[in-house]
């Protein structure tokens, strides 16, 4: 939801193009925390209205550099079970835990490949993190965010059937706010690729032809 972010621009789309969801920490909550005791939020009755009812067939999280949110989250990472705090700081607080999980896996590993879950659970990718070491940590964090939301989208049950038959294809974008730089996450260069004219057809034909290592 942040003011310098211009969707429209960056992806250079016209009216029509795209359903777009804003909020605070580009977040998707994890089906987990959509139970019949929770609040259904926006994100997944959004991804609802746009994959299943109007057949959307890609789905992008959007991420960017100096996100105050993320900035938030990174600071209470320590805390992220305590449930007090402001409107903000309880949002992420409840729906940031899994990135904050991730993000420790980076840390502790020495900032090797994470795994991700892809379409379902049976599915998976890997992601190495800023490997030429251009971005901050909070950076580094924002991008692991991004990417596990992929992972929070994949759990609801109404999209299953979907992604199984890929009819439905996720994808992490991550704008550099301050360079105009957009990065799109490649499954087979497993990092954020920059969008450019030198590897436009590669991410093209990456987002269409993915090969998932498979757990057997």
Not at 143 to 164: D, G, M, P, T, Y
Request: with cysteine; hydrophobic share 35%; proline share 4%.
């Amino acid at each position: 939801m942040d003011s310098r972010m211009l969707p429209s621009r960056f992806t250079q789309t016209n009216v029509g193009d795209m359903f777009i969801v804003r909020n605070a920490g580009n977040i998707v909550p994890h089906s987990s925390c959509c139970g019949i005791n929770d609040m259904v939020t926006t994100e997944p009755a959004a991804l609802e209205l746009a994959c299943i009812h109007n057949h959307i067939r890609h789905v992008i999280v959007c991420g960017h550099s100096d996100c105050k949110a993320m900035n938030l989250l990174y600071a209470m990472r320590n805390n992220i079970n305590n449930a007090e705090g402001t409107p903000l700081q309880k949002w992420m607080k409840k729906h940031g835990g899994m990135s904050v999980e991730k993000f420790n896996d980076f840390e502790n590993n020495g900032g090797k490949p994470l795994t991700f879950q892809a379409e379902t659970p049976q599915r998976y990718f890997l992601a190495q993190i800023d490997p030429k070491n251009k971005f901050s940590i909070i950076d580094k964090f924002s991008q692991i965010h991004c990417l596990q939301q992929l992972q929070n989208i994949a759990s609801h049950e109404f999209l299953k059937e979907k992604l199984e038959h890929n009819d439905v294809r996720l994808h992490a974008m991550w704008f550099d706010i301050y360079t105009g730089d957009l990065y799109l996450f490649s499954r087979t260069k497993q990092t954020f690729v920059e969008v450019n004219q030198d590897n436009y057809f590669h991410l093209l034909h990456d987002a269409d032809s993915w090969v998932y290592p498979t757990v057997v």
